[in-house]
């Protein structure tokens, strides 16, 4: 069963092997590159691959990344599907179990229903006028996105900022910031009038202590914010609480101090520190707001990835611990439902920034703040690099140029879906969601700025007997 498992996964997922990826082949473009884009531009449902695995015991499927590290891709067990970014190519491991590994000890039933195919239209977006560009900062502001700092193919800082309109699908030139923007991995949020852009890394990738920026789209203008006192960066966790800013900071300048949780206020433009919270500092944790809790989990510090979580009440400013979660210790992100903190995937290991060599998790678990209780959610693909986007029903869950589904209400993975991002688009960067679709900005191609995605549907459960239904999937597979 496996070898066939394995000859049909290599027989539909071959095209895949070729998909450009990172730092990959760089097509040229003529000088009727806009004409031909457009020509190129298309819609274009994406067949779904999946593989269901009927035999006992649990598969690591595994796939090999740009820098030639191997990652698991995901663990199927009995009747669960999986799916993997059109950019990675498959291989069926051998026994990639792992005896200490941790998965949910409090898990309830798994799901009786089993996904049915899902359908989602990739659309390649305009390039973008700062050139090739990966991993930039993005904010969406209800009308456009607006767009600061990435990488270039050779890894420099990208300077300037643009912003994208989807409807039109048309950039337009940003007024220059008041200072350069040479700096990577920034903090960048829409407060609701402003985008605020703090801190970051320097192009080595050394801390900055960090100094912000906000820009006015209305008024097309920048001013200077006040300097906090500490470095944040996109691995900072942070929330917006619709006046205030909350971030941990992963150091306080130099400052022999301990690293407290800061908040910003935008309408006096002064930040001040939070209450010490039971807790230790952490960067790169699951981060959310519930309206009057600031939630955060997991994460790492120096180097080490951390297990527990911490919600500060912001009408008492006081912190609270979390009921200890049945997710093993990792660096990873969450969304807010409106009801819960939905925590999937993350990796463990590896470098302590790329997360080169890391171990990639495929489970997952919901955390009630008014009940303040876990509850672990169906396994799942497993990737390293998992961005996370809540459409108001379905979480997306986007890696290198693919997307899975999952079905919150039904707790299941839809079967799977909508790989295949064709010419290096939707590679790039986090994705954000414009109330309709998915904008993932960032490309390695000249001629494509990112791409859209839109789910077109997820198809009906299929309900299933309880003797059918998966077990817990109870392993995680090594890198």
């Given at each position: 069963m496996i070898d066939e498992l394995e000859h049909r996964l290599r027989r539909d997922l071959a095209s895949l092997d070729d998909l450009a990826v990172?730092?990959?082949?760089?097509?040229?473009?003529?000088?009727?590159?806009?004409?031909?884009?457009?020509?190129?531009?298309?819609?274009?449902?994406?067949?779904?691959?999946s593989a269901t695995v009927a035999a006992a015991g649990a598969i690591g499927l595994w796939a090999t990344r740009s820098d030639g590290d191997e990652v698991a891709m995901t663990n199927v067990s009995p009747e669960v599907t999986g799916t993997v970014p059109a950019d990675q190519s498959l291989s069926t491991s051998p026994s990639t179990t792992s005896p200490t590994s941790t998965t949910p000890s409090t898990s309830t039933t798994p799901s009786t229903t089993t996904g049915a195919p899902?359908?989602?239209?990739?659309?390649?977006?305009?390039?973008?006028?700062?050139?090739?560009?990966?991993?930039?900062?993005?904010?969406?502001?209800?009308?456009?996105?607006?767009v600061v700092g990435g990488r270039d193919l050779d890894g420099r800082p990208v300077a300037g900022?643009?912003?994208?309109?989807?409807?039109?699908?048309?950039?337009?030139?940003?007024?220059?910031?008041?200072?350069?923007?040479?700096?990577?991995?920034?903090?960048?949020?829409?407060?609701?009038?402003?985008?605020?852009?703090?801190?970051?890394?320097?192009?080595?990738?050394?801390l900055l202590v960090s100094y912000g920026h906000a820009y006015n789209p209305s008024t097309d203008t920048w001013r200077v914010t006040a300097t906090p006192p500490g470095s944040v960066n996109s691995?900072?966790?942070?929330?917006?609480?619709?006046?205030?800013?909350?971030?941990?900071?992963?150091?306080?300048?130099?400052?022999?101090?301990?690293?407290?949780?800061?908040?910003?206020?935008?309408?006096?433009?002064?930040?001040?520190?939070?209450?010490?919270?039971?807790?230790?500092?952490?960067?790169?944790?699951?981060?959310?707001?519930?309206?009057?809790?600031?939630?955060?989990?997991?994460?790492?510090?120096?180097?080490?990835?951390?297990?527990?979580?911490?919600?500060?009440?912001?009408?008492?400013?006081?912190?609270?611990?979390?009921?200890?979660?049945?997710?093993s210790p990792r660096r990873v992100r969450a969304v807010w439902t409106g009801s819960e903190m939905i925590v999937d995937a993350g990796s463990s290991g590896g470098d302590p920034i790329t997360g080169n060599g890391e171990f990639a998790h495929g489970d997952g678990a919901a955390y009630d703040p008014a009940a303040d209780t876990w509850r672990?959610?169906?396994?799942?693909?497993?990737?390293?690099?998992?961005?996370p986007v809540w459409t108001g029903s379905s979480v997306l869950m986007f890696?290198?140029?693919?997307?899975?589904?999952?079905?919150?209400?039904?707790?299941?993975?839809?079967?799977?879906?909508?790989?295949?991002?064709?010419?290096?688009?939707?590679?790039?960067?986090?994705p954000v969601w414009t109330g309709t679709?998915?904008?993932?900005?960032?490309?390695?191609?000249?001629?494509?700025?990112?791409?859209?995605?839109?789910?077109?549907?997820?198809?009906?459960?299929?309900?299933?007997?309880?003797?059918?239904?998966?077990?817990?999937?109870?392993?995680?597979?090594?890198?």
């Open positions: 990172g730092n990959g082949r760089v097509i040229e473009i003529a000088s009727d590159a806009a004409a031909d884009r457009i020509v190129r531009r298309r819609r274009r449902t994406v067949a779904s691959i899902a359908t989602g239209v990739w659309e390649q977006i305009a390039p973008d006028p700062r050139g090739v560009v990966l991993y930039p900062s993005v904010v969406w502001t209800g009308d456009e996105a607006l900022v643009a912003a994208y309109s989807p409807d039109t699908d048309t950039w337009r030139t940003v007024a220059d910031p008041p200072a350069t923007m040479g700096r990577v991995n920034v903090l960048s949020l829409w407060t609701g009038s402003e985008m605020l852009v703090l801190g970051g890394d320097l192009p080595d990738d050394s691995r900072s966790p942070w929330v917006w609480t619709g006046t205030e800013l909350y971030v941990w900071p992963s150091d306080a300048g130099g400052s022999a101090l301990p690293v407290v949780p800061l908040a910003y206020d935008l309408a006096a433009d002064v930040w001040r520190e939070l209450p010490r919270p039971p807790a230790q500092r952490r960067q790169q944790a699951a981060s959310a707001w519930t309206g009057t809790e600031w939630l955060v989990w997991g994460g790492t510090n120096a180097g080490a990835e951390l297990a527990d979580g911490v919600a500060y009440d912001a009408s008492t400013d006081t912190w609270r611990v979390l009921a200890d979660s049945p997710l672990a959610i169906m396994p799942g693909p497993a990737h390293p690099g998992f961005e890696a290198k140029g693919g997307v899975v589904v999952y079905d919150v209400a039904n707790d299941r993975w839809v079967d799977p879906c909508c790989n295949d991002v064709a010419d290096g688009g939707g590679i790039g960067g986090p679709v998915a904008l993932i900005i960032g490309s390695t191609e000249p001629g494509v700025g990112g791409v859209t995605f839109t789910l077109t549907t997820t198809g009906p459960a299929t309900p299933t007997s309880p003797d059918e239904a998966p077990p817990p999937d109870t392993h995680d597979a090594l890198n």
